[in-house]
């Protein structure tokens, strides 16, 4: 196996060797043990496989937060796309930093994507198939999306972007996205005597505050992660 460094060091290329014999090649798609000896953790739960009709199809950016947040392993099994991953880690000295690499059937490379990671791939080819392999369930409770063109971003695609899913093309920018789906659940769940149930969705504990107690600036603020109750009690 070989390994290479992007300029997001969490994130990397693989590559299989080849093996020959009288009969033909062989060579791995995944290997936990091989892995694991070059400090990559991962455990493949799931593998599936997306097939883009047309050049210029876009899936993401894609995550999902924590508690189920994916690490993701992607290849091509034919044609080529770019995959790119972008750093969503707000604690990280990359933040919003991001990195593309061609994968495509001839080369067979594969790209890591560890958690905390946006992903994006982009099919530079008709009738292109990509597998994703995640070590954490779909759960739509935690899934995010972020707009493929959001500007604080600002990812360079290489070719026209001409097909999208609606989910894609409704996605909320960088500045938007968690605050208005956090913000939702603040905003319906009421309850009487001027109080409010909040799940906090990276953490999963449940607190009842006053809402009379705080401004809107520390609502927004605990909505968007910056900051931590302090406050409340436990219902459950």
């Known amino acids: 196996m070989k390994i290479s460094d992007t300029e997001l060091k969490e994130v990397k290329i693989i590559e299989y060797a080849e093996e020959y014999d009288n009969r033909g090649m062989s060579y791995y798609n995944y290997s936990r043990r091989e892995l694991e000896l070059i400090g990559v953790s991962f455990d493949l739960l799931e593998a599936k496989v997306y097939s883009p009709k047309k050049a210029g199809t876009l899936y993401g950016i894609h995550f999902q937060n924590n508690p189920k947040a994916q690490s993701k392993l992607l290849y091509c099994v034919q044609g080529k796309g770019l995959d790119y991953a972008i750093d969503l880690r707000r604690d990280s000295h990359t933040y919003l930093k991001w990195v593309s690499v061609e994968l495509s059937a001839a080369d067979r490379k594969q790209i890591f994507i560890p958690k905390g990671f946006g992903h994006i791939f982009l099919s530079l080819e008709d009738d292109t198939k990509v597998v994703m392999c995640i070590d954490e369930y779909f759960d739509s409770r935690y899934s995010r999306q972020i707009a493929w063109d959001d500007k604080m971003i600002g990812i360079k695609y290489p070719i026209e972007v001409s097909i999208l899913a609606p989910h894609d093309i409704k996605a909320p920018s960088l500045m938007d996205s968690d605050f208005a ?56």
Not at 194 to 218: P, R
């Open 181 to 236: 789906m956090e913000r939702d659940i603040i905003l319906r769940k009421y309850k009487p005597n001027d109080c409010v149930i909040m799940a906090e969705l990276f953490y999963e504990t449940v607190h009842t505050v006053n809402v009379s107690d705080y401004t809107s600036e520390q609502l927004d603020a605990w909505a968007t992660g910056d900051m931590d109750w302090k406050c409340g009690t436990d219902l459950f």
